[in-house]
């Protein structure tokens, strides 16, 4: 079984990284990407995968580290962007990009949430943020093509800014190569993936979200990949008591892929099969 979306560079797996992918292999799940979210968890996403065979990983800046942007500016308030320090991070990303661990550029997206447990003071979506996501999105996709990488899209309630990026960006050359990761179950993203064979990521949240569970529905089979984007989305049988959640491990795949297969209808094997074959074709793994 192969997890398109794990975070294994994230604080969460520190010190534990090797146990983590060992009861991955153990419950079925050979295959991880572990993408990026900025400079730091790019490199450390490469140096993860150079250890382990059946992980990959990929690098970029995620949208929501674009609030780099307004970091280094001497006054907040006036909100005015300044692009020098994060394109920096980018240029060492790009390096990255030679190494053949590194499958695909992402997560990059537009993302408008609000987020308010986060490490930047005074943190919030304004116009020139969002601004500032999309001409990095820009830029990354264009990365993307110039290194021949599969892309990792991120969108979360941003909808209309980033399908106008990527339309505008589209490249044949991207279809069957792209990943709307921990995809919003919206009609209109599920076309425009249709049409230009763009994959679609299904996480634990499935198990608690009716929403996304009449969404899968609607995605043709030879769309769907599965991620568990641990450590988030936990699926909901392993949320029990009011104990603290452990984080979200590749392992429990597992769970997800039994879960949907009954929902659809299908055999677990069958589900696993399709899903593992779809996630290979997207990253370019043989
Ligand atoms: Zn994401
Ligand atoms: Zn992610």
Not at 37 to 52: C, G, L, N, P, Q
Request: hydrophobic share 40%; proline share 4%.
């Amino acid at each position: 079984m192969f997890d398109t979306h794990c975070h294994l560079n994230f604080k969460a797996f520190e010190g534990r990284v090797e146990e983590v992918v060992n009861n991955a292999i153990e419950a079925g799940i050979s295959l991880i990407v572990v993408p990026g979210t900025d400079r730091e968890s790019s490199e450390e996403a490469v140096k993860i995968a150079e250890r382990f065979s059946g992980v990959y990983a990929a690098v970029g800046i995620h949208p929501h580290h674009v609030f780099q942007i307004n970091q280094k500016t001497e006054n907040r308030k006036n909100q005015s962007s300044d692009f020098s320090y994060l394109l920096s991070d980018l240029s060492e990303i790009e390096k990255l990009l030679v190494n053949p661990k590194v499958v695909a550029v992402g997560e990059v997206g537009v993302d408008r949430h609000y987020y308010s447990k986060t490490k930047y003071p005074n943190y919030n979506v304004y116009p020139e943020f969002i601004e500032g996501q999309k001409e990095f999105l820009n830029r990354q996709i264009d990365l993307g093509l110039k290194y021949n990488k599969s892309l990792i899209f991120h969108n979360r309630e941003a909808k209309k800014d980033f399908l106008e990026v990527v339309r505008d960006k589209w490249d044949e050359k991207l279809a069957g190569r792209a990943v709307f990761h921990c995809c919003e179950p919206d009609s209109e993203l599920l076309n425009f993936a249709k049409k230009h064979k763009i994959f679609i990521g299904i996480d634990g949240d499935i198990t608690f979200r009716e929403d996304k569970q009449e969404f899968i529905k609607t995605v043709p089979l030879d769309l769907l990949v599965l991620e568990t984007d641990s450590p988030f989305l936990l699926p909901s049988q392993l949320r029990v008591g009011n104990k603290k959640r452990p984080a979200n491990e590749p392992k429990n795949l597992q769970l997800v892929a039994v879960f949907i297969a009954e929902l659809l209808r299908m055999k677990t094997k069958a589900l696993v099969k399709i899903t593992t074959e779809n996630s290979k074709k997207l990253f370019q793994i043989s």
